[in-house]
Each structure stands twice: as C-alpha cells, then as structure tokens.
C-alpha cells in the first residue's frame, strides 16, 4: 500500500478549485474479473439495470455526457456532451467503499482487505466479547436490514450487541439506541478497530445503531459512524495539506480517510442534505478540492434492493447538479464519479465490482472521450497534476482537458 510521491516544482493550478463528487455505488456495468467477487457480480450493472426498470429524467446528467459512456435507457446521446466522459476501473482488489476512495486519492491495495464470508474466528470473537465486558449475537455475513429484524428481539431480551459482516471488509456492530446508547456503542467499535490487526485488518467497522420493536420492526437510524484503517502516507490528501492546499468534505470522506490532510468537513444526513452543504461550500470555498460523498444510493436503496427508491434518488441528485453547474466558474473543475457498484436488482444486497462513471466538466472545456481508464487513481492523479505534484499511481487526464477558443453561451 505505500505511495512513493514524486514532487514536482509548484506551479499555479490550471483550475483553482476542485469539485469531486462521488455518487456512492452507482456503477456502470461488470468489470471482467467481476466473477471472482461473487455470484451476482458477473452480470451487475447498477445504473443500467435501474434505468432498464425504472425510466428516469437525468436532464443534466444527459447534457453532461452520461450516455455518451454508453448506451443507457432513456439517457441520450444525441447532443455533444458538455462534460469530457469516460468511465474508470476499479484497479485494487475489492469492491468497497474504503477500497474505491483510497483508489481516488492513489493508493492501490493488492492484496485487498479481508473479508470473512464465513463469521469472524471464534479466537477474534472472544476477545473481542472479553474487551467489551458481555457476549455477543450474530457473527454471520447478513444484510443488515435483516440481521436486526431477526436477531433484534434477543438483542432487546440480553443486551448483547448484534456482530455481522457482507461481501465486503467490515465489522459492523448493531444496537437498539435505547439498550446501548450511542456512545457505549461508538467505544465498542473503537475497541473492535484496534483489535482488528494484521490477517484481521478490515476495512471498517461499523456502528449500526437502530430502533424500534418487535411487533412494529426495528429501523437503522442515521447515527452511523464507521472507523477506517488509517491510509498510508503520501496519499492524495497528504499531499494536498503539505502544499497548504485546502481540503473541505462533505460527508463520509472524513471517516474514510480519518481526517487526514482534510481542513474542514461536515456530515450529511443523506443525500439532500449533503447536497444542500456542497451548495454551501461553493459559497465559502473558493479554492482547493471539495470532495462530497452521496451515500444514500448504497445505503438506503442498493443494499436494500430498493430500486424504486435508486431511481429517486437519482432524479434528486440530478435536479441538484443543475445549481450545482451554474454556480461554476471558469477556475472550476467538477469531476462526477462513483466508488463501485450496488446493484438493487440482483437477488444479493452486496457491493458489485463494475465500471463507474466519469465526467469532468468545467466551463470553456471542450468535451472529449476520456475512454476506458485503468484505475479510479487517475482521477486522483489528474487532481494532483493540477495543483504541480504526482502520486505513486493513476495517469492524469488534465492535459485532455482542453480550453475551446471560446466559452459556449
């Protein structure tokens, strides 16, 4: 996982700020090695499997380019693209969020993070019950949704906190808010993360606390908070902080990557609210990168195969990129992405290993194909070259980026 950077003499950024916005597991399309990553993943393809069964207005996002990458129901591809457009491979092993968004700021995990399709090894549970004092349920890979469903009424009866995992690298850890209250159950997943060492370093664990009862059903709230493995060093926000380049994010960003070389933040409670705050930072950042991360998509509708609702919230994020666009200026870059898959059609509730979407749009910019790249790092690297230095992957497409001879009206 080390990131050598190679520094370059500073020069004035080409754009002075950054906008990245990543659109949490709107994938693309399966990517060839898909297959290993599990049995639903081979034929995942999020965005064009919930365009397929639920037509949606993306008038932005079609103006952008979206199908342009290629073909999509409903999206079309008639007009020139306003945005450059391409989609990216996921480069490193795995197919989680920690994965994808290290991946954007240029470190490539090979081998991935552990998983633990099977449970946790009963040694690990152990120890992990005799730091926090009481036993534990569960220790299975579930859905989540599910897991407190089943298990929530013994959880009500004993107290004991509900261990479970997915497809991908987490420990997550679930309790009703009245039986362990957020902060007794914060200090067990800190307890659960340092305990999570070496063959058992996961990616994250997760504090998944919920409500309700048995006879209404039990309801996650939204006071998750995930604890990350800290990113090596030289990574793209290092970078950016020893330059005294100014990071802002919004949303999870802070948790993924511990708050490092990052200067200010702000958590959302879902997608409208986050993008009310990127909005917000527009106004008050007027230089360096804002990275903003939408999770909604992949919390509340891929894991739960609620394409009705991806769908929703798509059409809401599109109707926020159109302000989001017109308070660009010419010193702006916007570069749309994803981080991996959720499909909500398949019959799994996992992450999916697919393609995600590129688009860089900035005004003056003439469009062009950014084709298929090679890793979720060049975007990172792009973001570097801008502001004069490198990272240890990714190729940069900023030279790609090319002033027309005059702004389009």
């Not at 990131?3 to 659109?23: A, D, G, H, T």
């Not at 908070?225 to 802070?254: C, E, N, S, W, Y």
């Not at 394409?307 to 302000?323: F, K, P, Q």
Request: hydrophobic share 40%.
């Amino acid at each position: 996982m080390g990131l050598p950077p190679q520094i370059l003499k500073p020069s004035r950024p080409r754009f002075e700020r950054v906008l990245l916005l990543v659109l949490d597991s709107v994938g693309i399309g399966a990517m060839p090695d898909a297959g290993r990553f599990g049995p639903s993943d081979a034929g995942s393809d999020t965005l064009g499997h919930v365009l397929a069964e639920r037509p949606c207005r993306l008038p932005v996002l079609e103006s952008l380019g979206l199908g342009h990458i290629r073909p999509l129901g409903g999206i079309s591809a008639s007009e020139p693209p306003r945005a450059s457009f391409g989609k990216c491979a996921l480069r490193s092993e795995g197919k989680d969020t920690t994965t994808g968004h290290w991946e954007m700021a240029g470190i490539i995990l090979d081998p991935g993070f552990p998983t633990f399709l099977d449970g946790f090894p009963r040694d690990l549970i152990a120890a992990f019950e005799r730091r926090i004092g009481r036993p534990t349920l569960g220790n299975l890979a579930a859905s989540g949704t599910e897991i407190i469903q089943r298990l929530g009424p013994e959880h009500l009866r004993t107290g004991y906190p509900i261990v479970y995992t997915s497809a991908d690298s987490v420990f997550q850890l679930a309790g009703h808010e009245a039986i362990i209250p957020l902060a007794q159950l914060y200090d067990m997943c800190a307890a659960a993360r340092a305990l999570l060492q070496g063959p058992w370093q996961v990616g994250r664990v997760i504090a998944r606390p919920f409500v309700g009862d048995a006879q209404r059903g039990f309801q996650r709230t939204r006071n998750r908070h995930d604890f990350a493995v800290p990113p090596p060093q030289g990574m793209l926000l290092d970078q950016l902080a020893t330059r005294g380049i100014p990071v802002h994010t919004v949303g999870k960003i802070f948790d993924i990557f511990l708050g490092r070389g990052i200067a200010s933040h702000v958590s959302t409670r879902g997608n409208a609210d986050g993008l009310e705050k990127t909005l917000l930072a527009l106004e008050a950042f007027p230089q360096g990168l804002l990275f903003v991360n939408l999770v909604d998509f992949d919390m509340l509708y891929g894991h739960r195969n609620d394409v009705e609702g991806y769908a929703r919230s798509l059409e809401e994020a599109d109707s926020y990129l159109r302000r989001i666009v017109a308070r660009l200026g010419p010193a702006d870059l916007l570069i749309l992405t994803a981080d991996h898959g959720c499909d909500p059609t398949t019959e799994s509730t996992d992450h999916t290993r697919e393609f995600v979407p590129l688009l860089a749009y900035a005004p003056g910019v003439q469009a062009v194909d950014l084709g298929t790249r090679d890793s979720l790092a060049d975007i990172g690297q792009t973001i570097a070259a801008n502001f004069g230095f490198t990272l240890g992957a990714g190729e940069s497409f900023l030279t790609q980026l090319q002033f027309a001879a005059a702004e389009p009206a």
